[in-house]
């Protein structure tokens, strides 16, 4: 299934800390992560420049293979708190290092890099691989094996391409409001405003074939607060509660993630 999520930049404002923010971004990121979340859209929820700009880095950091953070990030303040991330070890972080167990097809996470005039891809082996592309150097870029060890050849891919799930991209949304308006598929807001999420209705969607994408409110206001009374205005959504009979005031993001998509996924058969 190809599945989306939708969440504000004001997703962090319950934190007043840093390292708390880091810990709720390293949660989210998580539990994209275990339910192959293929789009991570930050929709701008009022002023929150500096927790958005926040989010987007750490999020993207997290997404990347270790070996190729120190290249990518430069240190900074943003980052101050990285050693409290808790890595998401998808297929695309665990390859192997040593040149001699790739083989053809096998897919790499790697970036441009020139050596004595030619262009070459660096993927973590300790080999430079040559790379016939126009991506400008410095450039992170997913390639596939055409040939094994020790004759390597390798073509530019898209994540869409890899044989598994390779990791979620990061968009950024203006509002909510033109972000559901513009979707090419079907949306699920989640709202305790909604009706409980049975089987047959996650399925409906899930099972649809078109892409899904799952909204998410903030911690202060819920989906219909944030988009006022345009919701009548959205065609090809649906607002459903996953959490019926929740004892606690409120679900905190982090908890409406990982309980929102696993019953997504427990519904979803393709």
Known sequence: MNLSIAIPDSSLSDETKKVDKTRKISEIARACAIFR???????????????????L???KYLETPQFLRK????????LKFAGVLHPLKIPSHITPADAKKIKKGDVREGITVSYKGKRF??????TL????????????????FKSGYPNFEVKSITKEEAPVYWGYTLKERSNLFSLIKEWKGLTIVTSRKGKTATKEQVTGYTNSGKPVLVVFGS?????HQIIGGKMSNLQNSKTL??????????VRL???LLGTLSIINAYTTG
């Open 37 to 55: 979340v293929n789009t991570i859209y930050i929709y701008q929820d009022g002023n929150n420049k500096e927790d958005r700009n926040l989010m």
């Open 57 to 59: 880095l750490i999020l």
């Open 71 to 78: 290249r990518l990030f430069p240190k900074m303040n943003d």
């Open 121 to 126: 891809v660096d993927v973590g082996i300790n």
């Open 129 to 144: 691989v040559p790379f016939f592309s126009h991506d400008k150097l410095g450039k992170r870029v997913t390639v596939q």
């Open 219 to 223: 911690p202060e206001q819920g989906v």
């Open 241 to 250: 509660n996953f959490f019926p009979n929740q004892a606690t005031e409120t």
């Open 254 to 256: 982090e908890e409406a």
